[in-house]
Nanobody, 127 residues
């Protein structure tokens, strides 16, 4: 099982970007039957990785204080996809953004993968 993130890029302060992350399994390896909480984390240069936003399969959201009112996380359970709409970006939002899921269920053997991370996607905001 893997998470594939996309949508990073470079933007000027005040601009917007939309990140997406889809959970998938290799062809012939089965299918995804459940995805629990998914979220986005980021790591700025010289800093530790921090939570940006999370969302449960039921739609309950949690945001880091500095992004509240600017970022919106959403989930499409049917497509095993989580998105992050980022508006009013500022240079402090610069960093590598990582997608994460607490638990992904894979059939037909009904097995779970825990704490799954995707490769990061770079977001650069210039002043």
């Amino acid at each position: 099982v893997q998470l594939q993130a996309s949508g990073g890029g470079s933007v000027q302060a005040g601009g917007s970007l939309r990140l997406s992350c889809v959970a998938s399994v290799a062809s012939g390896s089965g299918y995804i039957f459940s995805v629990d909480s998914m979220g986005w984390y980021r790591q700025a240069p010289g800093k530790e990785r921090e939570l940006v936003a999370t969302i449960t399969s039921g739609g309950h959201t949690n945001y880091e204080d500095s992004v509240k009112g600017r970022f919106t996380i959403s989930i499409d359970n049917a497509k095993s996809t989580v998105s992050l709409q980022m508006d009013s970006l500022n240079p402090e939002d610069t960093g590598i953004y990582y997608c994460n899921s607490d638990r992904i269920g894979v059939g037909p053997k009904l097995r779970y993968s825990y704490d799954v991370w995707g490769r990061g996607t770079l977001v650069t905001v210039s002043s």
